[in-house]
């Protein structure tokens, strides 16, 4: 079965630290992969998404992502984070109707 | 603001009971998906639907049914509620059914509803 999986539950980090959220896929074959932010009290926003192209992924708000197909990844990243995006975050694919989440990463940034 | 509503934003109501969520995807969108967002379950599939048709099913209770109408407005009814239902449901909408069709299954979600239990 597809599945997507986090590696870090929870992340502190201090303004202007550099940020890297794992995800892994399980499958193969044609894959569309996403990555949601979800602030305090909102809803899921999409950050970013790989359809295909260029493994490397820019979105916004500063946040990118790279598709390393050898390695099922699908890793995001942001140079210089703020206080502004303490957020949840998380990492969807679908090789199928169904999009599958991962279990989201809590990051927490420290003025 | 994704385009898609949700209503109502919060619902209380007690065991037993049963309660309708609704959903306006999009203006253009043919796909409804519902989610639930739960403290131990994390975010959960549910059910999808495509003009006015079932195309997927996640991990949906018996308990809970949908539906999409012809104007493409969405229902998630939830009965004979139990204190484990309480949770952030959310819908979302695409234009297309499949991931396969690339850009158009990118899912927009809605703000949720808030349902508690007690």
């Known amino acids: 079965a597809q599945s997507v999986s986090q590696h870090n539950h929870h992340v502190i980090l201090s303004e202007a630290a550099s940020l890297e959220l794992g995800c892994n896929y399980s499958y193969g074959g044609t894959v569309n992969l996403f990555w949601y932010v979800q602030y305090p009290g909102q809803h899921l926003q999409l950050l970013l998404k790989?359809?295909?192209?260029?493994?490397l992924v820019k979105g916004i708000k500063g946040f990118e992502a790279e598709f390393i197909k050898s390695k099922f990844s699908f890793n995001l990243r942001k140079p210089s984070v703020q206080w502004s995006d303490t957020a949840e975050y998380f990492c969807a694919g679908g090789a199928d109707y169904k999009l599958s989440f991962g279990a989201g990463t809590t990051v927490t940034v420290r003025a | 603001d994704s385009g898609v509503t949700q209503t109502p934003k919060h619902l209380i109501t007690a065991t037993g009971q049963r309660v309708t969520l609704r959903c306006s995807p999009r203006s253009g969108d043919l796909s409804v998906y519902w989610y639930q967002q739960s403290l131990d379950q994390g975010l959960q599939f549910l059910i999808q639907y495509y003009n006015g048709e079932e195309r997927a099913k996640g991990n949906i209770l018996e308990r809970f049914s949908a539906q999409q109408f012809p104007d493409l407005h969405s229902e998630l009814n939830l009965s004979s509620l139990e204190l484990g239902d309480s949770a952030l449901y959310f819908c979302?909408?695409?234009?297309?059914?499949?991931?396969?069709?690339?850009?158009?299954?990118?899912?927009?979600f809605g703000p949720g509803t808030r349902l508690t239990v007690l």
């Open positions: 979302a909408s695409s234009v297309g059914y499949s991931v396969s069709q690339g850009v158009y299954n990118e899912q927009f």
């Open positions: 790989y359809f295909s192209g260029d493994p």
